[in-house]
């Protein structure tokens, strides 16, 4: 195995243990992650279709169809008539939404700065160097 290969897979261990974590810590009032990850698509993106949303998060249209009738029940999203053709329903954000999108954010955020506040400083800078090569990384998938 290779040294690329091996840190590969320690990234792809840490990342999935931290995604994990978070994931083990729900917070109340904050849409769920499938959730979030809906909205943000259709912050990033703009207007969607059920499908499109589906095809982007690589599951079926029948789960994002599930999660987007939780989020149109608690007001986060809206459907309406595609302009360009009447027949499809395309999916926005309300702006309830756009705040769901900011306070789960914030609220992550804080939980995040709190244990990297338990760090000491070395870690707490390594990880200050690294974020914006994850995210090039990330991007690169």
């Known amino acids: 195995m290779s040294d690329l290969e091996t840190l590969a897979g320690e990234l792809a261990m840490a990342v999935s243990l931290l995604r994990r974590r978070l994931q083990q810590h ?20 703009g207007p969607a279709t059920n499908s499109e949303l589906a095809r982007a998060e690589q599951i079926s249209p029948q789960s994002m169809n ?15 008539a595609d302009a360009a053709d009447r027949r499809r329903v395309v999916l926005s954000l309300t702006q309830e939404g756009r705040d769901a999108v900011g306070h ?17 400083a070395d870690d707490v800078a ?15 998938l």
């Open 126 to 140: 390594a990880l200050r160097a690294a974020a914006p090569v994850i995210d090039k990384l990330a991007r690169e």
């Open 66 to 80: 599930a999660t987007l009738a939780s989020l149109e029940a608690k007001g986060l999203i809206e459907r309406s």
């Open 26 to 45: 729900p917070l109340p009032g904050v849409p769920s992650i499938p959730e979030v990850s809906a909205l943000v698509r259709l912050l990033r993106g």
């Open 104 to 120: 789960k954010r914030a609220v992550r955020a804080r939980q995040i700065a709190d244990a990297l506040a338990r760090l000491d």
